[in-house]
Each structure stands twice: as C-alpha cells, then as structure tokens.
C-alpha cells in the first residue's frame, strides 16, 4: 500500500493553529502516516501527538522542516492540491497509474510560492472553486483510497464504538 504524507505550507501559528491541526487529524484519520509542517509549532505537536497517543496509530509529525529540501528530495509521487490544478476527476486515473510505493501531498496555507506548482507531478483541483485545504485534503483522501482509510482499525487506547445516539467509548488495557 502506498505510505501517504502531507505537506503543510504557509503555517502561521498565531492564525492557523486549528485549521493546521485539523488538516494534521484528517490526514490521520484518513490514512496518511506523517505530515511536515514548513513552521516550527511545539504546541501542534503536542496537540497532535496525544491525539495518537490516545486514539493509536503511529502517526507523526515533524514541524519546522525545509520544505524545498522535503519536497526536492521525496522519493515518490508529488501532489499538489489547488484550485487551479486538473480537476481531480480528470486526474485521478492518471494518479493511479503512475502510484509508486511513497506518496506527498501537498497543501497551503496562504499563496504557495510558483516553485511547487513547478515541483508537483501533479496539481490538482478538488473543483475548481477556492475552499479549504482541510476539505480539499479529505476528499482526495476519501477518493483515493475508495473509503477504506476511515476503516482503519488505529489499536488506540481509547476506542469509540459507533452508536445512533450518545457517545460510547471504551478504554482498552495496554
Ligand atoms: N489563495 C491561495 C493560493 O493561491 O494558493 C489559496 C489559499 S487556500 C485557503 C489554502 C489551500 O487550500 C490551498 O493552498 C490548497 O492547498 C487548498 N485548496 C483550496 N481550494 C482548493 C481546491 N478547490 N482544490 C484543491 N485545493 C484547494
């Protein structure tokens, strides 16, 4: 299966700590291994890391990385996710048949520097209209993976048990 890790560009944590976190958890959640965070953030790791270390999975994150040096030196397939890029329709087959072993995606914050778009194997539009980088990660998520990233099974110590109403969780012994 490929390994998925994400790249967060543009971070300002005195503005974007929740949305930052929320990409972080959604990549997660969906079946990502890792994301880099281009700012360094202590506190998005921390945030981030006892998430994993009550819900399981091995998860990490690394904030505070050179991203040209990232993203020059990723030895896989590079996705950019933008509103200018090939709708992810159009796209997705071709992502398919050029999947190799590692997998970056590629998110923004503010204006992402010319130099990614030229980086990327491919840019691509979850539609083409402005929206989010949370939304825009979950969907290429979601359909790359046909569903099967939010049937991951994490081993947490703390496992919620699906219900129609309230809230059941158990504590698993570790
Ligand atoms: N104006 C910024 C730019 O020119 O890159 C976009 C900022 S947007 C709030 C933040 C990030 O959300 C973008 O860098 C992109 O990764 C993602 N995004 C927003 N809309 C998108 C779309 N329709 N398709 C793919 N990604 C999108």
């Not at 945030?47 to 896989?76: A, M, Q, Y």
């Not at 825009?136 to 099974?153: H, K, M, P, S, W």
Request: charged share 30%.
């Amino acid at each position: 299966m490929t390994e998925i890790y994400v790249l967060r560009l543009g971070h300002r944590p005195e503005r974007d700590k929740r949305v930052t976190t929320h990409v972080a958890l959604t990549s997660r959640a969906l079946g990502a291994k890792g994301i880099y965070v281009s700012t360094k953030d202590e506190e998005l790791e921390r945030s981030v890391r006892s998430v994993v270390k009550r819900f399981g999975g091995d998860f990490c994150i690394t904030t505070g990385v050179k991203w040209k040096e990232v993203l020059r030196s990723f030895d896989g397939t590079r996705v950019h996710l933008t509103m200018y890029g090939t709708h992810i329709d159009d796209a997705l087959p071709r992502v398919r048949s050029a999947m190799t072993d590692k997998m970056l995606i590629v998110v923004g914050a503010e204006k992402v520097p010319p130099e990614v778009y030229q980086a990327a194997t491919f840019n691509i539009g979850v539609g083409n209209q402005p929206h989010s980088e949370v939304a825009a990660l979950a969907i290429f998520l979601d359909r790359l993976r046909e569903g099967e990233g939010l049937r991951t099974d994490f081993k947490g110590r703390m496992t919620v048990l699906p219900c129609d109403r309230g809230k059941r969780v158990v504590n698993n012994p570790e």
